[in-house]
């Protein structure tokens, strides 16, 4: 299932740095459960659908949209500089901020990550 036109729009005008690979995913594959992430804890991948991303910030990192989960509790973020993604597991969170040993580097970019799924 895609996203459609208006929930794009939508997430353009309420996170308009959300990187555009992301933007590209979420118009071309839509939220879908997706195997796990090699993640121990996860039974899965989900991309969120685009109404439901949330921008946030990584300790150190700077700036990041939040765009999915593995079905256990972690969460995946990309960050909006340079489209690193990210692991959020047991991560403080904190005014909108997440820091602690919970966040981890998972992929240099999107397409790793989604390369990375079994």
Not at 104 to 110: C, S
Request: glycine share 10%.
């Amino acid at each position: 299932m895609t996203s459609d036109r208006a929930a794009l729009a939508r997430l353009r005008q309420r996170l308009p740095s959300t990187p555009p690979q992301l933007v590209a995913l979420l118009r071309d594959a839509g939220p879908a459960p997706r195997p796990a992430a090699s993640s121990p804890a996860g039974t899965g991948f989900v991309l969120f659908p685009a109404d439901e991303l949330t921008a946030a910030r990584i300790a150190g990192v700077a700036a990041v949209v939040v765009f999915g989960g593995d079905g256990a509790g972690d969460l995946f973020a990309i960050a909006i500089a340079d489209g690193r993604v990210f692991r959020l597991r047991e991560a403080d969170y904190l005014d909108g901020v997440y820091r602690g040993p919970g966040v981890t580097l998972v992929a240099a970019d999107l397409a790793e990550f989604l390369d990375r799924l079994p």
